[in-house]
């Protein structure tokens, strides 16, 4: 039997415990009598990473007794609907808000006043947002990401090199080399990841990162970009990718260029990102908790409304994932995630 198999298998099994581990009674102190109201406005509408997060918090709703309305953009750029939808959750006297912010500093003052103005608790998840109102936030941290996307690439690479870098939001600070592609709404967890991995890749004298290029988070726009780098820098070895997205379109272009030489380290663990690591396109990626990550921000939700203090940061961590570890029984639960 060969490794799809497993991990066909494997899904299965870990699906079945996560079921039974959502079901279960929720913890003695909290209060389901009362139905909740919770709005979670996410940064886009497709795209596997986020239907996970929207599954965590489905879980977290079924066992909370929350009625849960999840809303999301059509495009992770389009910060004027997020606030559109915001303003929504205001009118329609949400309990709690939560909110993966696509602009740290665009959805700051529609933050302050669901919070301060009306009284509404929000919850930043996955990516911060410019209000000292937040209630809590819940995801991993960015920075660190970064740092082991670049660890891992540049063990890939023996230490030297040229490196391109896929991102899906301009971070104009520390780019060494920036596409004109570039774009700039204020994500501020792209630029904790991109700062991570050049800040790690700086220890190294003969690793170059020679562009960083931009996506508004769309793989058709990451693939494009991936060519026209492989293509201005033939001697290009690696390539990292910091969302699903771009990584998903990087993935694309080198597949059909057949480039079996381009070292690449990817972001999140899509089924599609599992194929890629099988078959060598992609040699690591830097694993997220999305499922807990909703999981995490109901529960959280319904704390507050309980009176119980919530910590003001959670963070649900990172791990590299490769062929030889991704069958361990210890990632299974972040590739195949449930809450524990």
Not at 19 to 38: E, F, G
Not at 199 to 209: G, K, L, M, Q, S
Not at 263 to 280: C, H, I, N, T, W
Request: aromatic share 8%; hydrophobic share 40%.
């Amino acid at each position: 039997m060969n490794k799809r198999f497993w991990l066909i298998l494997f899904c299965c099994a870990a699906a079945g415990f996560a079921l039974n581990s959502c079901i279960s009674s929720p913890p003695d102190y909290i209060s389901t009598a009362k139905t909740r109201s919770v709005h979670m406005i996410v940064k886009m509408s497709r795209g596997d990473y986020w239907n996970t997060v929207k599954l965590g918090a489905e879980a977290a709703a079924q066992e909370f007794n929350v009625k849960l309305t999840f809303k999301a953009p059509d495009s992770e750029s389009d910060v004027d609907e997020q606030i559109a939808m915001v303003e929504n959750a205001i009118d329609e006297k949400a309990d709690v808000i939560v909110l993966a912010a696509s602009s740290y500093m665009g959805l700051a003052q529609v933050v302050d006043k669901a919070a301060v103005f009306n009284k509404i608790p929000v919850i930043s998840v996955d990516a911060e947002v410019g209000s000292a109102r937040v209630s809590t936030y819940i995801g991993s941290n960015g920075y660190e990401a970064g740092q082991k996307s670049a660890e891992r690439l540049i063990k890939l690479l023996d230490a030297h090199g040229e490196i391109g870098i896929i991102n899906f939001t301009s971070s104009t600070e520390n780019a060494q080399s920036v596409s004109s592609t570039a774009i700039d709404y204020g994500a501020r967890d792209a630029d904790e990841r991109e700062k991570g991995f050049l800040n790690y890749a700086a220890r190294y004298p003969d690793i170059h990162v020679v562009e960083i290029a931009y996506t508004p988070s769309n793989i058709a726009n990451a693939e494009e970009l991936t060519r026209q780098m492989l293509n201005q820098h033939p001697r290009l070895r690696g390539i990292a990718t910091l969302n699903e997205t771009g990584s998903q379109g990087a993935a694309k272009a080198i597949q059909q260029l057949g480039l079996k030489g381009i070292r690449m380290v990817a972001f999140d663990s899509s089924p599609s990102m599992m194929e890629l690591l099988q078959d060598g396109t992609v040699q690591a990626t830097v694993v997220q908790n999305p499922f807990s990550n909703g999981y995490l921000a109901i529960k959280h939700a319904v704390e507050i409304l309980e009176g119980i203090k919530v910590p003001e940061r959670v963070d649900t961590g990172t791990k590299i994932i490769d062929l030889d570890n991704m069958l361990w029984p210890e990632n299974q639960k972040l590739l195949f995630p449930f809450v524990r």
